[in-house]
C-alpha cells in the first residue's frame, strides 16, 4: 500500500512538471481567415536539451558515447535516428494535428515547401526533454517551442507570435524509444495549437 502511494505521488507530481503553458507575445489571428495555403518550416538552430540546456551537439556527443560503451556502433546507429527524426517524425506529427482541425474545419492547409503561400509557420524549437521508460515508471518527454507566422515575402513582419512550453510527449503503454516521445511532444504542440487558433480566429 505505501508502495502504490508513493508511486501515485510521482505520477501526480509528473503531470504537474508537464503542464503545457502557451502564451500569445504579439500580433492576431484575424489574418488566419482565408488562407488555404500556410507554409510551414522547423527550424531547431539554437535548442537546448536536458536540465543541463545542453546544445544538441553537447547532447549527441553525450549520449552516443554513452552508447557505444554499451554496444559498439549503437552510437553511431542512433545519431543517424536522430537527426531523421526530424523529418520522419517530429514535422509529420506537427503538421497532422494542424491539418486534421484546421484544413479538414476550416480549408487551412499547413505544409513545408509551401514558398508560394502568403505567410509561414517558423516552428522554433527551444528545448526539449527526452524523457524516459523503465516500464512501470516513466517520464514523458516535453518540447518548448516558439510559433511565429511571418509574411513569407518579408520575414521580419511578425504578424503572430505564440510560445509553448513543455507540451508533454507521452504514448500509451510502453515507449523506450525517445524520439517516439518527444514527436508526440510535438503532436500536442499541433493539437494545442489549432484549439488556440480556433477560438481565437473563428
Given at each position: 500500500m505505501k508502495s502504490f502511494i508513493i508511486l501515485a505521488m510521482v505520477l501526480l507530481s509528473t503531470g504537474a512538471i508537464t503542464a503545457q503553458k502557451m502564451k500569445i507575445e504579439k500580433?492576431?489571428?484575424?489574418?488566419?481567415?482565408?488562407?488555404?495555403?500556410?507554409?510551414?518550416?522547423?527550424?531547431?538552430?539554437?535548442?537546448?536539451?536536458?536540465?543541463?540546456n545542453l546544445t544538441n551537439d553537447e547532447y549527441v556527443k553525450e549520449h552516443s558515447a554513452e552508447l557505444e560503451e554499451e554496444s559498439p556502433g549503437k552510437g553511431e546507429t542512433w545519431e543517424k535516428g536522430w537527426i531523421a527524426a526530424r523529418e520522419l517524425i517530429y514535422a509529420p506529427k506537427f503538421l497532422e494535428l494542424m491539418n486534421?482541425?484546421?484544413?479538414?474545419?476550416?480549408?487551412?492547409?499547413?505544409?513545408?515547401?509551401?514558398?508560394?503561400?502568403?505567410?509561414?509557420?517558423?516552428?522554433?524549437?527551444?528545448?526539449?526533454?527526452?524523457?524516459?521508460?523503465?516500464?512501470i515508471m516513466k517520464q514523458p518527454a516535453k518540447v518548448t517551442t516558439r510559433l511565429k507566422f511571418v509574411e513569407t515575402a518579408n520575414?521580419?513582419?511578425?504578424?503572430?507570435?505564440?510560445?509553448?512550453?513543455?507540451?508533454?510527449?507521452?504514448?500509451?503503454?510502453s515507449s523506450f524509444d525517445n524520439e517516439d516521445r518527444i514527436g508526440e511532444g510535438y503532436a500536442k504542440t499541433g493539437k494545442s495549437f489549432t484549439k488556440m487558433i480556433e477560438k481565437k480566429a473563428y
Open positions: 500580433g492576431g489571428f484575424d489574418f488566419i481567415k482565408g488562407q488555404k495555403e500556410i507554409n510551414v518550416e522547423f527550424v531547431y538552430d539554437n535548442m537546448t536539451l536536458l536540465k543541463k486534421r482541425y484546421l484544413y479538414e474545419d476550416h480549408g487551412n492547409k499547413f505544409g513545408e515547401g509551401l514558398t508560394e503561400a502568403k505567410y509561414t509557420l517558423v516552428v522554433e524549437t527551444i528545448w526539449v526533454f527526452p524523457g524516459w521508460d523503465a516500464g520575414r521580419d513582419n511578425v504578424v503572430l507570435e505564440v510560445s509553448s512550453k513543455n507540451a508533454p510527449g507521452d504514448q500509451w503503454g
